[in-house]
């Protein structure tokens, strides 16, 4: 009996064969394709949670930003300087972290409840001491003022960086507020030494308050 298959056989033998690996190679590439898709769809994903965990982080640093104040306090206070707040916090919590107020501070010249606001410059005055307002050089986010001389309360050396103005006007200053504190920048023109030239150089400089 003949062991050799016959033409036809071989064919379709053959035939089966080349059928058989022709499906495996196409499983093997819808596989391939499969997985390229999921790590793809994959790496977007992870894409969009990194985006996502820096604008988180990005908001939280803001959210910081806002809920902290730096303010300046100074005078009748044991610690002055730089002080770190909460938004919202008042000039008693200040006092307690600038150490407490000193024996000779004067309460009633102060407003322990007021609120503070980022970049004020407090001053506690000394029972006596001739200061009618919690701060001597209010800084405000308002350009135009932040950088001027309050005239009302500012110090000595204060009013000698002022155009025009030597030791002799600057005492002159502080005698004449002393006895009747200023309600317009106009009223210098009343101490003595004090013309329209000189206030028209200083003017844009000082402020009442």
Do not use: W
Not at 161 to 166: N, Q, R, V
């Amino acid at each position: 009996m003949d062991n050799y298959f016959t033409k036809k056989e071989q064919i379709i033998i053959l035939s089966f064969v080349l059928t058989v690996v022709g499906f495996i190679g196409f499983k093997l590439g819808t596989s391939n394709n499969f997985d390229r898709g999921e790590r793809s769809e994959f790496e977007d994903t992870l894409v969009d949670f990194e985006e996502d965990k820096d604008k988180e982080v990005i908001e939280d640093e803001s959210f910081f930003e806002d809920s902290v104040i730096m303010i300046h306090i100074s005078g009748q206070v044991h610690v002055p300087g730089i002080i770190q707040l909460n938004s919202g916090e008042r000039l008693i919590d200040a006092i307690e972290l600038a150490g407490g107020l000193k024996k000779d501070a004067d309460l009633d010249k102060i407003n322990l409840a007021r609120k503070l606001s980022d970049e004020d410059k407090i001053y506690i005055p000394a029972i006596g001491e001739d200061i009618e307002i919690e701060s001597y050089m209010e800084i405000s986010s308002d350009e135009d003022t932040s950088t001027k001389i309050n005239v009302n309360v500012c110090t000595k050396e204060e009013l000698t960086s002022l155009p025009g103005i030597g030791d002799a006007i600057a005492d002159r200053i502080i005698e004449y507020r002393e006895s009747t504190p200023f309600s317009s920048v106009e009223d210098l023109m009343n101490v003595s030494g004090i013309g329209e030239k000189k206030f028209e150089d200083m003017k844009d400089l000082i402020i009442i308050k």
